[in-house]
């Protein structure tokens, strides 16, 4: 079984900073891509941004220039850098990874966080 676990989401000012962080642990052999995702109250979940296990990294308009990703592979962790905050950016975020458990196929679980919230004022 795999476990995502995210921290650091909570309430700050627009224009403001938070640095989210999801680690992964269980039954992990290695991990893909690791993504955050966002939903706000009323919206579908949307794709925040995305990281390979190379580094290449993707990102949704809205956050770009505002938003970075990254990762530390060795500590199964991946994190989201958010400057610049605005409050349309309000919302859940939750990390999600493609996990191969298994050394003997190339299956990958596809683990979810819990979510934590990210609440930004005007």
């Known amino acids: 079984q795999v476990q995502l676990v995210e921290s650091g989401g909570g309430l700050v000012q627009a224009g403001g900073s938070l640095r989210l962080s999801c680690v992964a642990s269980g039954t992990i052999v290695s991990i893909n891509t690791m993504a955050w995702y966002r939903q706000a109250p009323g919206k579908q979940r949307e794709s925040v941004a995305t990281i390979t296990t190379g580094g290449s990294t993707n990102y949704a308009n809205s956050v770009k220039g505002r938003f970075t990703i990254s990762r530390d592979n060795a500590k199964n962790t991946v994190y989201l850098q958010m400057n610049s905050l605005k409050p349309e950016d309000t919302a859940v975020y939750s990390c999600?990874?493609?996990?191969?458990?298994?050394?003997?196929?190339?299956?990958?679980?596809?683990?979810w966080g819990q979510g934590t919230q990210v609440t930004v004022s005007s």
């Open positions: 999600n990874a493609g996990v191969r458990i298994s050394p003997f196929t190339t299956y990958e679980y596809n683990a």
